[in-house]
């Protein structure tokens, strides 16, 4: 069956022949065959995007969530790339860039004008426009933290002291034999990651060494890497077991706390694990004072489901179900940061009553920078580094 788009209502704006034939492979090669002996060539990676992004049929933002969205592996991945690829960012830099093009024009027609002492420009004005996309760039830039995390998996650091029941965690949220278990105490020796999609979020879970002193080289390393693993995360899931707590209640409390001193900015979440070691009246009358903790049995995969609830509504997807403009792009992040910098240097002018040909070069920075996002400004090394990245075909 051949289908027909006609200029200027295709995806690249131009005429599009679109073939679709039995799922054979054969067949497949056949007519590409045919297509290539009478002067077709293989489209390049990410040509039919990159002719729309050439046409006008959208800006260079929205052609990169085109890749975002087909590389997309959880909702909320796909809902970032969605969101940019309908335009909302694509607007906003776009507002803010005109906004600051036209008083960079009146600023460029005091340059012209500058023996005779002339302003165009209400400085008034013009510092409320600055200090609002000051605003909205800091904005922007401080979304980047939560899209980052949303499109490539939060990381979640599983961490405690040797035998407190990581590893069966870990297998208990995977539901697989992903990590060894073992009754021997430092048997993780190096971390292991693995990846699980919970109510539509990726989490990317990692059991790390057990956290204890120890004259064992190896497993040194290994409580080394804990640490820096803790470091990356975004989540901390801190084990203790119940058994000890029974017994070593102000130790194991010391032990938390001795955490969450070092790490007060991560998000902690305490879990008491093991339950399954104590009777019915050990667990009724079972309390972790002053903590607020999860009981939960990985053995048993007793209290599972309370903590992947727990772990969504630690996750910071707020932003994201409010329609709010969320970075995931680590090139708009760099572009948004230095066309920040640049903003702050017309700011400091503007305050110590510089003339306006001292700021006008950082006013100039801005609007590249700006430009670089939507791709009213680019490079073909740019676009080669871009398009490179798509898969043949879009």
Do not use: W
């Amino acid at each position: 069956m051949v289908s027909i788009f006609k200029n200027p209502n295709s995806y690249t704006g131009e005429n599009v022949v679109e073939i679709n034939c039995h799922g054979s492979v054969y067949i497949q090669q056949e007519i590409i065959q045919l297509f290539l002996k009478n002067g077709c060539r293989n489209a390049d990676a990410g040509e039919f995007t990159l002719r729309a992004f050439l046409n006008g049929k959208m800006d260079l933002s929205q052609a990169e969530a085109v890749a975002d969205l087909i590389a997309s592996d959880s909702q909320t991945s796909h809902q970032i790339a969605l969101q940019q690829m309908r335009g909302g960012f694509a607007n906003e830099i776009r507002n803010l860039r005109q906004e600051l093009l036209n008083f960079a024009s009146l600023i460029e027609l005091e340059l012209d004008f500058a023996e005779e002492d002339v302003e165009f420009a209400d400085r008034t004005q013009f510092t409320n426009l600055v200090n609002k996309i000051s605003t909205a760039l800091k904005q922007l830039i401080d979304s980047f933290a939560i899209g980052n995390v949303l499109k490539n998996g939060i990381p979640v650091a599983i961490v405690g002291e040797p035998n407190v029941g990581k590893s069966t965690l870990l297998n208990a949220l995977l539901n697989e034999e992903r990590a060894i278990v073992s009754d021997i105490a430092g048997t993780t020796r190096d971390a292991i990651e693995d990846e699980l999609i919970i109510s539509g979020i990726n989490f990317r879970f990692i059991d790390t060494a057990g956290i204890r002193e120890t004259k064992d080289i190896i497993e040194n390393i290994g409580i080394k890497k804990t640490y820096e693993n803790i470091e990356k995360a975004q989540l901390v899931l801190l084990l203790v077991s119940a058994d000890k707590i029974k017994n070593e209640e102000l130790k194991i409390k010391n032990d938390v706390n001795a955490i969450k001193e070092k790490y007060p900015d991560k998000k902690i979440l305490t879990i008491i694990n093991k339950i399954d070691l104590l009777n019915d009246n050990e667990i009724q009358n079972f309390e972790f004072k002053n903590q607020k903790s999860i009981i939960i049995s990985s053995k048993e995969k007793t209290g599972i489901n309370q903590l992947k609830s727990e772990l969504t509504k630690l996750a910071n997807i707020g932003a994201l179900s409010n329609n709010d403009t969320i970075i995931s792009n680590s090139r708009h992040f760099e572009a948004l940061n230095n066309a920040l910098i640049a903003i702050k240097e017309v700011q400091i002018g503007i305050e110590n009553n510089i003339s306006s040909d001292l700021f006008a070069t950082d006013i100039r920075n801005a609007l590249h920078h700006l430009g670089l996002i939507s791709g009213e400004v680019t490079t073909d090394d740019l676009l080669g580094n871009i398009f490179a990245n798509f898969c043949i075909g879009k």
